[in-house]
């Protein structure tokens, strides 16, 4: 069984190369959604994104663990 430690670890490693990755694409989109020549909406949709991200992902592993499969 995987602990909880470890789960929040894999967690944050997770949301750490999602970060570099797939939010940088979000606050582009959000920034060329938006037209703002500030960053404010782009990086808030992204943080948003994030934050929601990996609260579910850690949810979700944490629902596996209990599954016993065969």
Known sequence: MESNKR???KTISWETF???G???IIAVVTYLITG???YEYATLG????I???AVGYYIHE????K???K
């Open 18 to 20: 999602h970060l570099i």
């Open 46 to 49: 992204a943080l948003g994104y």
């Open 67 to 69: 599954i016993k499969l």
């Open 22 to 24: 797939v939010a940088g």
């Open 51 to 53: 934050l929601w991200e």
């Open 7 to 9: 789960t929040l670890a």
């Open 36 to 38: 703002e020549i500030e």
């Open 62 to 65: 944490r629902l596996w663990t």
